[in-house]
């Protein structure tokens, strides 16, 4: 089986990281094909940015897919194109955001996220909302953190994420934590080992959702929402 | 004041009909600027096609707002790049689906959306929850018109239309309509005679709409969520 | 176009307050009548006072609708008489609770609103709920102010509403602030200086709202819960 | 004990009907005084009427309080001045669709209204919101009988309320009924018979509550939102 | 009339306790039988307890169903078995967190509930939520305090539990306290004196509930949810 | 790895036949130990049946975890005794509902439950509601079908099934399906090639869920809800 990773941004450093998580993970006979938008911006950090991004990340998409791949990751924390995404791919499309909730919807009741910037707490809120986890999830805290400066974190990014972390278990009866970026992948088991609870990376989940949905079978519906788009006469290339 | 009007897609047709609209209902002293999408997808058919339209619609969300346009609307039901276009203007950004319905929850208990093709009955019910009106919004349903045949529609499409509208006020108890493309914007008079309901274009609204913020001196929060985007070093451009 | 302003307590210098900002949002062409129910309560403070505005409140709606008022805006937070005004005008009717919190989520994500005192916060709340911004409130605090205080609001009442909002601001994500009185109409300006964030006057909302269905052709749904209420024989008078 | 039971209209014979049921089910030592608001509109049937019922209502609260009531039940299934009531009284307060729900939500989990008229909808679903019953209330119906037609209920319409309950039972999976309207306290007995699942009439389940909350010793709570109104200088009297 | 009284867990010093609760507040023709389930464990403080209490707290519904009971009380704040009592007994079937919470949404917009242990507070919520309180009720708090310590509160786990109900009641708007222990019975009056609102005892609550559903002749539904188990052959006895 | 999938019930054939599907998606390097819970009732078809099961399937989960489980799957549609076993494993644990429903929402928007027994609608839903897809669930269907007829399903039951399903996708909108009990493992396939929409299965879904999570690191959370139950002095054993 192979699973497609797109990072989203242009930041090769970040791609390189997060397939070492995924690849920890990936069971035997899952192969991880890890991809960067080099036509996105450097960092995902505002709407303009995603929006920005989703022309190459579908290409990456379109592109994976006829080349055979069996499922796709989109690997930032927004799920920039999910739904559009879905539309194109055969196999299933899973974003890290969506995969380290139900993870953590599946280890405990309440989970904590801590991301990045606070300008991106928005969005966080809307993806809990869409994805039904609006109760499960007790508290969104954002660290102040440029997502770049995660391409190698100083130990006083790694001790704000942590202390927030604590914050969510102590103050607001989170039971684990959702890692809110990508770039934080390398931090889940130092954080475990302070908090005590679970720390969920959203880029080791998604690996792991994606491979249970192929090996049953199951793809995304091409009924209605997530059909193939429409080809309209005179339009030469989707996308 | 001077409204921008923005034709996501790159149908001209389309955007002379809304422009009509929106001249119609702009008071004394509100011009309209309306511009077509030209690097945009024919029609807004898919998340797809949403998400290859944004490029060109947020550079002429700058570009307007280089030019004095003191708001902005996005005339496409989908409300595509609502977000990032509000992190890049200064004055207020309404969206075509959103002042539909917040001019329907205002005379009235229950609305109901008609809209195009069936595959975007789902992003209309996410937009329904995320403005605020999930329960207000008594039924959605889709007439399955392309949305190009709106450009000149067929006195069956019509037809159709004003079926699924009576069956939303006389068995889903909907006291009034929001119309669910900006391609159906002439529709609104006929169908009111039709119905005996207020049927509501989301053009006329969002022109309404965005006049009032005008006048009231309200544009867009920069705080968080709607903050100008961040400009990282190396980054020649925005949009 | 013209629009009735009530002031459903029995405060002429309130009247007189709000009346200045109504006229000075309304655009070109825009009358304001603004009236004060006599008969009603010195303050809205209560369910009990609320209540006993009420015959007055609808009876200055009969009134304006039969001299040609085209819409009507109700200019008391707690939007009393709204669903029964409506059913009595043939114009749209707008509650200035209702048009601020509209104008506050096209302006912004999540906004708070500040308001006069604690007893009536659980009347905000179903408010908020009722228009659908449930998730888009952030906070609702009191200032514990009388309202009749609001009149000529002293520096310590203006410090505490501020204190407040700064709060919302910067402790619970708040992107805009509400005024949850008319009477704080005047503070609007200075309020934004201070906050740095979009302040929505609902008496400046309501006009805008109201002006903007007007001129788009929208009135109350006339089908169902807002159809004028049934006279019964031997019922001589109905409000 | 002493329980007041308010018609909020002014039917003399609706108020003997139901008193007759009250009295039925009121325990022993509970004694049930039936009051009728004569100020009041002959029906309840619309927002109008509601408001127009307030004073005669609040000053029957007074009147009863001051006397040595003990609760209060307020007989019309809109559950009209419930909030202003618990301001003034000093025992507990409780509404007729207020107590069916309750009563309704003990017995099964999902219920179904039957009620009068088709306008009264949107209130009852505003009722079944506030009181925590939207998700437990599997449809409302309106049989579409004017509320003094009931005063003596034609074969007709009590087989129009019947097959509406029957539906609800039927193909909306309710496992009760609760009565929409005071003045169906009669037939209760034979639609529980004709559904075979319980029927709940709010003038029996009220007269229930209030007695359970008396003997409790648990009365409204005087803090914040139910606090006795403020009196200002220069008002004489409050109702 | 006879109500039973389940203690659900085996501690004979509790069902003595709440049975002193139950019968001060049992009106005039109510008797009270309070059983201890003495297979069950000796507290139910997780949710593996509240399963091994199961099979003999159903058995006690059953035989004090066949031994003419009119209604039963669950008196365990988790209402551990209550849908299965439900379809066991003839009569009404009570919890007595369901009950604290009815009780005191009839008293109080908002209540709070202080319990034993935070591990219970999961699914404290999710009954509040189940019952329709998500939004009446503005926080839950635990004492920290085994269950059985409550056999014979000390004075530090009495401060303990005031000082929680105050905090909720000044930081969370609180206007009333549901007591989330049957063991917490004899606290009531004490902490309604310290706090000034109503202190809601879950045991009372019940007692006066089923009392009244049993005066009202209104039982459990025996449609779909709660309809008498299937029989399967070869099964001997269901309990 | 090692998962164990516990059949509640005491049906070995129908243990045998879920085993089946388990290990063909259970990957290379999972082992499936099949259990069946013989102390259980024959089906598991009401709550009373759900609460008699539980003793038996939790020293099932004690066992097992004592014995070196790394995982376990609860092989019945109303995941019985989930928490209860969460609090005793080591390793995490899945309910058939809740992996149904977590897979059918990252491969379609919306999806529809087809389950037995319509008695059995209310727990589906709660548990819809309390897994976060009150919304995603377009619909719930029972087939009326007992539990047991499933072990070998006969061609009515299996038209009768395909029927429901059928209606949930053309009347309800659903994209995809759940299959509500262990017992319709096997018409996974059959479904799908006549609906034409991913139909899932729970035991398939549960097994790639839980060896996903064991591949991660991720266990149950410890903290609060789900911490070991509490031993007291004097009581022997657990479970």
Redesign the interface.
């Known amino acids: 089986m192979r699973i497609q990773l797109v990072n989203p941004n242009a930041s090769r450093a970040m791609t390189a990281k997060i397939a070492v998580t995924a690849r920890a ?5 899952v192969e991880i094909d890890a991809v960067t938008n080099d036509e996105g ?3 995902l ?8 991004a ?2 190459g990340l ?1 290409r990456a998409i379109e592109r994976a897919d006829a080349g055979g791949a069996d499922a796709h990751v989109i690997a930032c924390f927004g799920d920039p ?1 999910l ?2 995404a ?3 791919a055969r196999g ?1 499309v ?1 974003g890290i955001a ?1 995969a380290g909730m ?2 953590a ?6 989970f904590a996220v801590v991301t990045t910037l ?2 991106t ?3 966080t809120r ?1 993806l809990t ?8 999830c007790a508290a969104a805290y954002a660290a102040d953190i ?1 997502v ?1 400066d995660l391409e190698e974190a100083s130990p006083a990014a790694v001790e704000r994420i942590g202390a927030l972390a604590e914050r969510a ?1 102590h103050e607001d ?1 989170a ?2 934590i959702v890692l809110g970026c990508a770039g934080m992948t390398d931090l889940c088991t130092a954080l475990e080992v302070r908090l ?3 720390v ?2 959203g880029v ?2 998604a ?3 994606a ?3 192929v ?13 193939p ?2 080809r ?1 006469p ?2 030469l290339l ?2």
């Open positions: 993970v990936a069971g035997p006979g911006p450097a960092a950090e505002s709407h303009t940015d995603d929006a920005l989703l022309p579908l194109g739904d559009a879905r539309e194109l299933p899973i969506e139900h993870a919807a599946l280890v405990s009741r309440r606070a300008r707490l928005g969005h809307d909302r869409r994805y039904g986890f609006g109760e499960a440029p770049l278990v009866g039971e684990s005590g609870v679970p969920i990376d080791a989940a690996v792991g959702l491979s249970a949905l090996r049953m079978g199951a793809s995304t519906s091409r009924r209605e929402e997530y059909a788009p429409p309209r005179g339009e989707r996308v």
